[in-house]
């Protein structure tokens, strides 16, 4: 139960960080943060990061739906560990988030704009990070 909490904490923390952004603001506006360094600025992504695949939500969805079921087939195999618990959790989480996005709106809603990255979202960084635990689980548990 603690990789779906961590899983639904992110997609709640992502959606509704989202419905914020499109209430908020006009697509394409920008608001700076930290003028030239952080700004919050309103896209809609219909690729992966930095727009690779563009418009093919299917396979996105495809693979969101591939990790769920590569989770329930496997959670049980998994070692019993935080970080593993933890980074499926986010991964989850951001996979979700994002695969909502294309399929209620056929885009992702992306605002963190660091302005020499591309812009991204709550779901992004549940990913980002949820590889990384899970990758540093493997690399100092490689001998186990």
């Known amino acids: 139960m603690y990789v779906f909490a961590i899983a639904l904490l992110v997609t709640l923390l992502d959606q509704g960080s989202k419905v914020w952004i499109r209430q908020c603001m006009e697509l394409h506006e920008s608001i700076p943060v930290l003028p030239g360094f952080f700004h919050i600025t309103?896209?809609?992504?219909k690729g992966a990061a930095f727009g690779i695949?563009?418009?093919q939500r299917w396979v996105f969805l495809a693979i969101a739906l591939l990790l769920f079921v590569l989770?329930?087939?496997f959670r049980k195999k998994l070692p019993q560990n935080g970080w593993v618990y933890t980074g499926a959790g986010l991964l989850l989480g951001g996979a979700l988030g994002n695969a909502l996005d294309r399929f209620l709106r056929g885009a992702v809603t992306d605002f963190f704009d660091f302005r020499i990255w591309p812009v991204f979202?709550?779901?992004d960084?549940?990913?980002v990070a949820g590889?990384?635990?899970l990758?540093?689980?493997c690399w100092t548990h490689?001998?186990?």
Do not use: K, R, T
Not at 42 to 45: A, E, H
């Open 131 to 133: 590889v990384a635990l």
């Open 42 to 45: 309103y896209i809609l992504n």
């Open 135 to 137: 990758l540093w689980y």
């Open 71 to 73: 989770y329930g087939l």
């Open 121 to 123: 979202n709550v779901a």
């Open 53 to 55: 695949l563009e418009n």
């Open 142 to 144: 490689h001998s186990d």
């Open 125 to 127: 960084i549940g990913i």
